[in-house]
Nanobody, 115 residues
Framework: QVTLVESGGGLVQPGGSLRLSCAASGIISSINNMGWYRQAPGHQRELVAATTTGGMTMYADFAKGRFTISSDSAKNTLYLQMNSLRPEDTAEYYC?????????WGQGTQVTVAS
């Protein structure tokens, strides 16, 4: 079994920054890719950023230039650095890991961008 636990969400003013973390535990192996998704009320869940074990990264257009995805394999932790946050970035952010034997989701961490 694999467990993903996100942290780092919270309330931040427009223009501020947050760093989300996703700690993975359990049997972590044969990872295809890892990523962050978000879902705002009334909206579908959408991809924010993803990275492969080979180091390739991709970002949604709204995240380019503002968000950075990274990982620390020694700590089994995935990060999302978010800068220049906007009110429209307000959402629940989820960590996702796609492995050969299946994919896994965290429980989410709330990010609220407001004055």
């Amino acid at each position: 079994q694999v467990t993903l636990v996100e942290s780092g969400g919270g309330l931040v003013q427009p223009g501020g920054s947050l760093r989300l973390s996703c700690a993975a535990s359990g049997i972590i192996s044969s990872i295809n890719n890892m990523g962050w998704y978000r879902q705002a009320p009334g909206h579908q869940r959408e991809l924010v950023a993803a990275t492969t074990t080979g180091g390739m990264t991709m970002y949604a257009d709204f995240a380019k230039g503002r968000f950075t995805i990274s990982s620390d394999s020694a700590k089994n932790t995935l990060y999302l650095q978010m800068n220049s946050l906007r009110p429209e970035d307000t959402a629940e952010y989820y960590c996702h890991v796609d492995m050969v034997r299946g994919d896994y989701w965290g429980q989410g961490t709330q990010v609220t961008v407001a004055s």
